[in-house]
């Protein structure tokens, strides 16, 4: 069953006249977290609220610290869904800090916007794209990695993951037309060792995509930057370098497939 919360940019949540702990846990000292059962102080600490403010009034906090406040009501309640909405507004750098790593370490699901992007490529595993006329696309990593992608879509044609060129070459057919006197020039011809290379490349591209494939679905699972942060850290490294590889790849096919 989806339990949802939802982190408002227009941050209309906030009873000014409660006091921070009656806010987080209204009627209680103790607060359920997952599985855990926590002190209000205790909680509130872990959002950077000294224990000799849980009895402060809400309008006694500036502006970062009732977002913080918010960010620690969201947090406590029992939802397995959280969409936020531009939560990096008005937060410090403890604060950002501190909401990286509790997405980060989040069991659920999270449906986010930002105009973050340094934020939304640290904590998110994927990305939803408007692409215009009604469509929307999803792309894995985060904006970086959407931005890369894209640039490697133009570049690529829908069939079998392989380059237009790759089934060009395979469905030409073995004679040629003999030019005309006003035909231009004809290109240089590759050498054999150029050859060799254009051949190889539709093997390195489909077999880079393939790991590249794998990578993406182990990283799919939020669950390995909790359990294996430095695991994840490396195949999201490991990603982006495929990335480069591919788009040096097809560029070279192109320079090669054009002489």
Do not use: C
Not at 89 to 102: A, Q
Not at 111 to 130: G, I, K, P, W
Not at 163 to 177: G, I, K, N, S
Not at 212 to 217: F, L, M, P, T
């Amino acid at each position: 069953m989806l339990e949802v919360a939802y982190f408002d940019q227009m941050r209309d949540a906030l009873d000014m006249d409660a006091t921070l702990e009656d806010f987080i846990s209204p009627g209680s000292e103790w607060i359920e977290i997952g599985e855990q059962r926590k002190h209000v102080k205790s909680y509130l600490g872990d959002f950077l609220f000294s224990p000799a403010r849980a009895g402060s009034p809400v309008r006694s906090l500036s502006g970062g610290e009732r977002n913080r406040l918010l960010l620690a009501r969201l947090f406590a309640r029992p939802a397995n869904v959280l969409v936020l909405d531009e939560p990096t507004n008005d937060l410090d750098i403890d604060t950002l800090e501190l909401l990286e790593d509790l997405l980060q370490s989040y069991a659920g699901t999270v449906f986010l916007v930002s105009h973050d992007r340094r934020f939304l490529d640290n904590v998110v595993t994927s990305t939803l794209v408007a692409e215009g006329d009604g469509r929307w696309r999803e792309y894995e990593g985060g904006i970086e990695d959407w931005l890369t992608q894209s640039r490697r879509a133009q570049l690529l044609a829908t069939d079998g993951q392989r380059p237009a060129a790759v089934r060009a070459t395979a469905q030409a057919p073995a004679t040629e037309a003999a030019p005309s006197a006003s035909a231009p020039s004809k290109a240089k011809k590759l050498s054999y060792k150029e050859q060799r290379e254009l051949d190889a490349l539709p093997s390195l591209i489909e077999t880079l995509e393939e790991e590249q494939k794998a990578i993406q679905s182990q990283l799919a699972d939020g669950n390995l930057y909790r359990t294996d942060g430095l695991r994840a850290a490396q195949l999201a490294a490991r990603s982006l370098q495929i990335e480069e590889q591919l788009t040096v790849a097809l560029e070279r096919w192109e320079t090669l497939g054009a002489t």
